[in-house]
């Protein structure tokens, strides 16, 4: 698939990491994981969720509230 170069405005490759005509580079290459998280991100269903709610920071809130409970029973049967 080509692209329009935004420096040149040249066609080049998508694939290009940089243009060969005037060697503006494109893009930082993401790595794979990057990539794939910002795919998933994007997809309708998980923008529906992140706009209904800030599940993560819900799960985040979750998982410390569960961590300190653990903490404190662990405090508590361990106490003489
Ligand atoms: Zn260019």
Redesign the pocket.
Known sequence: MLIE??????Q?SDEAVS??????VMKAQPSPSQEFFDTWRNQPEVKKIRKAQGCYNVGMLILTIIIVLVGLLLFIFSAP
Not at 5 to 10: A, N, S, T
Request: hydrophobic share 10%; glycine share 8%.
């Open positions: 170069c935004p420096e040149c405005h040249q080049i243009c060969p005509h005037c060697g503006k």
